[in-house]
């Protein structure tokens, strides 16, 4: 079996769908039709990740990869017999095909002027490559929730009521973001450094959405009429316009390219215009959900994203036979992310708060039922004085992972016997609070310090708060070296996930240098 069809049928089995002879069916029947088609996909990824997701892209896919100056946003060209395979990239959050792309687009001065050219372009643009990619694609993407319907009335009121064009923008957004809790638009874009528009074409005229209702139920029972969306995403300073008003005029003139019918939930395409300054970017989205949720099924206070979890260790690049360690795991993202992709490692994931170790033990057993596993091995010979915690290893079934209450600051571990420390350090925001962090942070590293191995031992640790942070680390400056810094966004806050190297020098217990004997 070829590598292609092995990760198309790993990919089918395990992720995208319960349905596979009719998936397979239709999969066949398209690709006869395509079977040469080379395409540019683009994928966003985590901001600061880019380098790594294009690392991925080129050593998993053999494709030259490009990082757009729009931050968290890579693209790279493949055939569509790898199309497959990009559904399986570790690092990537959304995927869509490139419909176009110009790089210096010349906005004209007027708005109208602007929106009429929006509206000229859509009949020029070369549709047929990408919707046979997407067409292609529905074979191989991960079903979303299906969402609730907004309550059209109350927008449709508002309107009537003569309220002026800005509110009726603000409200139909406010009304898209309460709604539909896990917004994939939330999930494409993330950039705090510049000024961002986010909005979604409804339909030519809100006040449509009567006739719409009165119509859905027979226009549902028609195949050959597709429902979509526009969602335009604009970024920068100089635009005479507003996203709202870009999906809006854009999105008319694709309906009535096509003859779609537009939906704001219930959509088969998402046609996507990227505004960042003078560059702009036509796409078809190509996932439905956020390729990030595919490990987590019990979430906590604050849940990493998978695809953080994938560059932070990528980042030490873990080796054979590495003990990997997130004492503070939450729901176990770290952890069930490095023990699914390094697989030849043993992964501990630990928590001082019982909620969240089950959290994570629930993760791991729900991962389970989805995938099968190399058999793993018990991590006893680095752990002492078990019955003092709480050990959870049935539910890892030959996964390399376990999970375990333990107090960070008295990690239940031998000196020196663990090769990588990767965690999300609490911000002080969600859980706990800056002014606990001042305490906490210098334990933590010092107990990292302890447990880690001399000379090759490394931590990748993941802060909001990065004064404390900072401040801490230079009273370790004898047992931690800080090697690179990469700056980050988690849900809007500026974060820093820092890679830090163990010094050769030994660790000394406190106790020990008052002449006291160590437990350890």
Not at 226 to 238: D, P
Not at 381 to 403: A, Q
Request: hydrophobic share 35%; with cysteine.
């Amino acid at each position: 079996m070829s590598d292609v069809q092995e990760a198309t049928n790993q990919l089918l089995d395990v992720n995208l769908h319960e349905n596979q002879k009719s998936i397979q069916v239709t999969e066949s029947g398209i690709r006869s039709e395509s079977e040469h088609l080379q395409v540019t996909i683009g994928a966003t990824v985590p901001t600061g990740f880019e380098q790594t997701a294009a690392d991925e892209v080129r050593e998993k896919l053999g494709s030259s990869c490009k990082i757009s100056k729009d931050r968290g946003k890579i693209y790279f060209d493949i055939s569509v017999e790898s199309l497959a395979q990009v559904h399986c990239l570790r690092s990537v959050d959304n995927l869509f095909v490139v419909v176009q792309e110009f790089k210096d687009y010349q906005f004209k001065e007027k708005k109208e002027e602007v929106l009429k050219d929006f509206e000229d372009l859509a009949g020029k643009l070369p549709w047929s490559d990408p919707l046979k990619i997407w067409k292609i694609n529905t074979c191989f993407k991960k079903k979303k929730t299906k969402h609730k319907k907004i309550n059209q009335n109350s927008s449709k009121d508002k309107i009537e009521s003569g309220q002026g064009d800005k509110t009726d923008e603000r409200d139909v957004k406010k009304a898209f973001t309460n709604n539909v809790l896990d917004s994939q638009i939330l999930d494409y874009y993330e950039n705090p450094a510049i000024k961002e528009e986010i909005s979604t074409l409804v339909g030519d005229d809100l006040t449509a959405y009567k006739d719409e209702t009165e119509k859905s139920s027979k226009e549902e029972t028609d195949p050959e009429v597709l429902k979509f969306r526009v969602t335009c995403n604009r970024a920068g300073e100089k635009h005479c316009f507003s996203s709202n008003e870009a999906a809006r005029d854009f999105g008319g003139a694709v309906q009535d390219y096509f003859k779609w019918k537009a939906d704001m939930t219930n959509f088969d395409v998402e046609v996507l215009l990227n505004i960042h300054d003078n560059e702009i970017v036509v796409g078809i989205a190509l996932t439905e959900e956020s390729l990030h949720r595919r490990n987590i099924t019990h979430f906590g206070p604050t849940t990493l994203r998978s695809t953080l979890a994938y560059g932070m260790l990528r980042l030490c690049a873990p080796q054979p036979t590495d003990i990997i360690v997130d004492p503070m795991c939450g729901t176990g993202a770290i952890s069930i992310e490095g023990a699914t992709e390094w697989s030849n490692c043993f992964h501990i994931a630990g928590d001082n708060n019982p909620s969240a170790v089950n959290r994570a033990a629930n993760n791991i057993s729900s991962l389970l039922t989805k995938s099968q596993v190399k058999e793993g091995y018990h991590f006893s010979h680095v752990v002492e004085e078990l019955p003092r915690f709480i050990l959870i290893s049935k539910l890892s079934g030959g996964l390399p992972i376990d999970t375990i209450q333990w107090d960070i600051c008295n990690l239940p571990l031998r000196t020196g016997s663990v090769d990588i420390i990767v965690t999300d350090m609490p911000f002080g925001k969600r859980m706990g609070s800056k002014k606990r962090n001042w305490n906490l942070y210098p334990a933590c590293l010092r107990e990292m310090s302890r447990v880690c191995r001399p000379g090759t031992g490394q931590a990748v640790l993941l802060t909001q708060d990065k004064k404390c942070f900072i401040k801490a680390l230079s009273g370790m400056g004898h047992l931690w070296r800080k090697v690179h810094t990469v700056w980050v966004n988690v849900g809007g806050l500026h974060a820093a996930v820092y890679l830090l190297k163990r010094t050769p020098q030994s660790f000394v217990h406190p106790s020990e240098q008052d002449g006291e004997r160590s437990p350890w």
